[in-house]
């Protein structure tokens, strides 16, 4: 199978399911239920395909034709993800790890996230990636991106965005 990822709404029984386009993409690797991300007015179902595109890396919101896919060889884009409103604007961003990517050195495996637009996932492919700082030097093997969380740390009312590096140095 292409590996599948599904959601039911409890009170309407309606089911929302997706498939991947690879055997071997293992579609549905991670999930993450978003608000409106297509502009149909419905939640949305962001599935992660790590291992598609030769470990690029894809993510597909399902139900649409909506498929990001990761640009760093190997990158495993789609390995996380998690949706949240963190520019205040009352529409949630689609945040996607990929925690082998290519980082702001140019070394594989330092990671990488990035943040979509919701908008963007409509129009133009617009979206900002966020890279490890780095302090004194690359870390080769930091895996940035590797767990992806938000939370409110202040009372702007803003969503702030915590990020995994598991096997980051010191």
């Known amino acids: 199978g292409v590996g599948g990822a599904g959601a039911v709404d409890g009170g309407e029984g309606e089911t929302l399911r997706g498939e991947g386009t690879s055997s071997q993409g293992r579609y549905g690797a991670t999930v ?6 297509d502009g149909d007015g419905a ?8 291992w598609e595109a030769d470990l690029a890396g894809a993510v597909y919101v399902a139900g649409t034709d909506v498929r990001l896919v990761g640009d760093s060889a190997n990158g495993r884009f789609g390995g996380t993800l998690a949706c949240v409103d963190l520019l205040g604007d009352e529409a949630e961003e689609l945040l996607v790890g990929a925690s082998f990517a290519a980082g702001a050195t140019g070394v594989a495996g330092e990671g990488a996230v990035t943040v979509w637009d919701s908008g963007a996932l409509t129009a133009v492919k617009a979206s900002i990636t966020l ?4 302090v004194s030097g690359a870390d080769a093997m930091a895996s940035f991106g590797a767990s992806v969380a938000t939370c409110r740390f202040h009372a702007s009312g803003r969503a702030d965005l915590v990020v995994g590096a598991p096997t980051a140095a010191g």
């Not at 993450?32 to 991300?37: F, K, Y």
């Not at 890279?131 to 780095?134: D, E, F, H, Q």
């Open 43 to 50: 939640e949305d179902l962001a599935a992660g395909a790590p």
């Open 131 to 134: 890279l490890p700082p780095v």
């Open 32 to 37: 993450a239920l978003c608000g409106d991300l």
